[in-house]
């Protein structure tokens, strides 16, 4: 992992990979909570967490390079949220090509992986859960879709999604939800946050 400043209030921490990101996330969270780091905002990504709001960089750069993440399971103490899920996603059966197996196998294999949010982005509530092995990524469409309904379960990458509203899109459709996922007047307003633990659990 490597800290550098980013502006004159900020710092980002730049890790090897997701899971190193969930250990920083979930450390930085801690410590802010426990009154050991002031910032404003702690952002995690694909491969680097955000700090923002910091009021002395230099300082808590130094404070950051001598903590160690704890060795827990990568968000085993958050909380987990089943999304009731119907699978009958337009790309099942290429998604199925893309594992060399068979349609019901995709959805075993979704309904079975505890995934977690990563990080959010491309549009309000909008989480990346990671839970799939790598060789499972799969590709986005060639031609994004012009309209993927709200709730719509997705995979792109080695990464799964959820819409939470209608928007164009080029992930690969495999069920949807009418669980909401954002809402203005939550607090927070998106049900995914950061580190929370998720379940793509069969609707009844």
């Given at each position: 992992?490597?800290?550098?400043?980013?502006?004159?209030?900020?710092?980002?921490?730049?890790?090897?990979d997701?899971d190193?990101?969930?250990?920083?996330?979930?450390?930085?969270?801690?410590?802010?909570?426990?009154?050991?780091?002031?910032?404003?905002?702690?952002?995690?990504?694909?491969?680097?967490?955000?700090l923002?709001?910091?009021?002395?960089?230099?300082?808590?750069?130094?404070?950051?390079?001598?903590?160690?993440?704890r060795?827990?399971a990568a968000?085993?103490?958050?909380a987990?949220?089943?999304?009731?899920?119907?699978?009958?996603g337009?790309?099942?059966?290429?998604?199925a090509?893309?594992?060399?197996?068979d349609?019901?196998?995709?959805?075993?294999?979704?309904?079975?992986?505890?995934?977690?949010?990563?990080?959010?982005?491309?549009?309000?509530g909008?989480?990346?859960?990671?839970?799939?092995?790598p060789?499972l990524?799969?590709?986005?469409?060639?031609?994004?879709?012009?309209?993927?309904?709200?709730?719509s379960?997705?995979?792109?990458?080695?990464?799964?999604?959820?819409?939470?509203?209608?928007?164009?899109?080029?992930?690969?459709?495999?069920g949807?939800?009418?669980?909401?996922?954002?809402?203005v007047?939550?607090?927070?307003?998106a049900?995914?946050?950061?580190?929370?633990?998720?379940?793509?659990?069969?609707?009844?």
């Open positions: 992992m490597r800290i550098r400043p980013v502006g004159a209030y900020a710092l980002l921490l730049d890790c090897d997701a190193q990101v969930e250990a920083w996330r979930a450390e930085l969270w801690r410590r802010r909570d426990a009154g050991e780091l002031t910032a404003q905002e702690i952002v995690p990504a694909a491969v680097t967490v955000l923002d709001g910091v009021p002395d960089p230099t300082a808590t750069a130094a404070r950051i390079a001598g903590w160690q993440p060795t827990t968000g085993a103490d958050s987990e949220v089943r999304v009731p899920t119907v699978y009958d337009a790309d099942l059966p290429t998604v090509g893309h594992w060399g197996v349609v019901p196998a995709v959805v075993a294999r979704l309904r079975r992986t505890e995934f977690r949010v990563a990080f959010c982005g491309f549009a309000p909008f989480a990346y859960l990671t839970g799939l092995p060789e990524a799969v590709p986005r469409l060639a031609t994004p879709r012009t309209r993927v309904p709200a709730g379960v997705a995979l792109a990458g080695w990464y799964a999604g959820i819409y939470p509203t209608a928007s164009p899109g080029g992930w690969l459709l495999v949807r939800t009418d669980l909401p996922l954002f809402d007047h939550a607090d927070p307003p049900r995914l946050t950061p580190g929370t633990r998720v379940r793509l659990v069969e609707a009844r």
